[in-house]
């Protein structure tokens, strides 16, 4: 069914996934708290990224930097002079919004409401006045850092992750003792202080974000080291094992599919989401590819995620600002290029230089590119997939949210709520519930099971109400298993496994039950 965004805003206050920052203040536009079962979800969606992309590989390391860094970083990357939206204000009702949102803002609102909110807050709905002239507006938040609140003390909450990897790359490099081609992955808070926040979670003043750096070789090198670089019209098996010889195009389209492989072991199924490459107008000008990975939300299809291809610039430009060098040595590559005369070399540099040049880039800093590059050196180049973690948990929402009409047995319809969860980000895993209260052995025996399983993953307890409603709060939550405990389970040890999608119910042992969770929990 197509999610509808109220009734999931709504089941995801009434059951304690995400509730307005500040509520008992009037809430903060675009500042979101996750309750029990949200910080829960959250948790598993995070851990599933870092378990897809981190533990799971061996060419990854991990990173966990400080939210305020060197503001020279954000000169570096540009977020200082360029991080800036067009923003436009309406000169009657004073709604501030992005000018490349209003289209979309207008369709949302249909028929522009009155303003509810006295004029001048900004806060109104946008009542189709006049409007100013866009102006770019930076979306860094500053704060002062030590007691003297002076301009010279001014620095930024990251708006992104990514900057950190870039900033601490050489240590990684050296302490993790990886060679290019490798990874350094962050997960963690980011700041965007948007114009419009909206669409619930989808777009936040303060997110997270679950970002990877995939150093690669330039193809420069890969081709001194190899004698060829594997391309996308090679046809390489993109879908198997990494391969020494490919190409930046290979390595990004890699990557598009490690992504869309994630997104559908968490649960949302490939039909649901497409592949945005974005044309080369809409390209920053470092960049050599980007895909958007968009899914179809209620409110459209929007950006989920993105994967970029972005060249050398990242690196070169904290090379340029900070004085130090990002290079890395190859050895291999020093050892491949030792056996190149100096007409091979020329002729190398010739050819380098004429491609860099087709690409508008400069002949002599091609050719001193190639002299370091026969010396074994070069400063990698870079694969970015970047994903946002509370956009990813609407997403999985808007996928899991399901009202299913039953009969009610009496002649009658009942629907049921249900949030159809993989087991892999389901909040709780399993519900323990003892049949009934006043049999000390039974409810002795379910204590003791679900003991054992809260030791293992996310389990809970309850032993309040009917069996029906209780199944029914846990299909609410999304839970995949109710476990029930009667009279049987002290005399032979089996319960009653009942599964939240076809509400079918098996008996099994403890040991069979651990066994059919973990085989679904694993990826
Ligand atoms: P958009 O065009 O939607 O503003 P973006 O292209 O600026 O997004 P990136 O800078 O590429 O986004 O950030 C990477 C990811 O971080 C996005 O794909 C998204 O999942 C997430 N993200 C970015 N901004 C926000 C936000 N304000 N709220 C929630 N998630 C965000």
Known sequence: MTANLDAIASLCKRRGFIYHSSEIYGGMPGFWDYGPLGCELKRNVKDAWWQFMVRGRDDVAGLDATII???????????????????????????LMRADQLESILAEQKKPPKPRNPPGTGMCPYCGGELTEPKPFNLMFKTVVGPVDDPSNVAYLRPETAQAI??????????????????????????????????????????????????????????????????????????????????????HMYWVEQRKKFLREIGLPEE????????????????????DIEYDFPFGRQELEGI???????????????????????????LAARKMDDAAKEAFAAKTAAEWEKRGKDAGEARAFCAELFEGRFVPHVIE???????????LLCQAYDEETLDDGKGGKDVRTV??????????????????????????????????LR????????????????????????????????????????FTVRERDSMAQERMTYEAFLAKMYAALEF
């Open 69 to 95: 860094m060197h503001p020279r970083i954000w000169k570096a990357s540009g977020h200082l002079d360029t991080f800036a939206d067009p923003m436009t204000m309406c000169k009657d009702c004073k709604k």
């Open 166 to 251: 870039f900033a601490q790359f050489l240590n990684v490099h050296d302490t993790s003792r990886k060679q290019v081609p490798f990874g350094i992955a962050q997960e963690g808070k980011s700041f965007r202080n948007e114009v419009t926040p909206r669409n619930f979670i989808f777009r936040s003043r303060e997110f997270e974000q679950m970002e990877l750096e995939f150093f690669i070789r330039p193809d420069e090198a890969v081709e001194i080291l190899f004698g060829r670089v594997v391309h996308l019209s090679d046809g390489p098996d993109v879908h198997g094992d990494p391969q020494p010889e490919w190409g930046w195009d290979v390595w």
């Open 272 to 291: 649901h989401f497409i592949e945005y490459w974005q044309k080369p107008d809409e390209l920053a000008h470092y960049a050599r590819a980007c895909v």
């Open 308 to 334: 970029a291809a972005r060249s050398d610039f990242d690196l070169s430009q904290h090379q340029k600002f900070s004085g130090k060098s990002m290079a890395v040595f190859d050895e291999q590559l020093k």
């Open 455 to 494: 030791r293992k993953v996310n389990a809970f307890w309850d032993v309040s109400g009917q069996i029906g409603r209780r199944y029914r709060r846990q299909d609410e939550a999304g839970t995949p298993w109710c476990v029930t405990v009667d009279k049987q389970t002290p005399e032979d040890g089996t």
């Open 385 to 395: 997939p970047s994903a946002g973690v509370d956009r990813l948990m609407l997403a």
């Open 419 to 452: 949030l159809r969860f993989s087991p892999k980000v389901a909040p709780v895993k399993v519900a323990v519930f003892p049949l009934v209260k006043n049999d000390p052995a039974v409810m002795s025996i379910a204590r003791d099971i679900f003991g054992k």
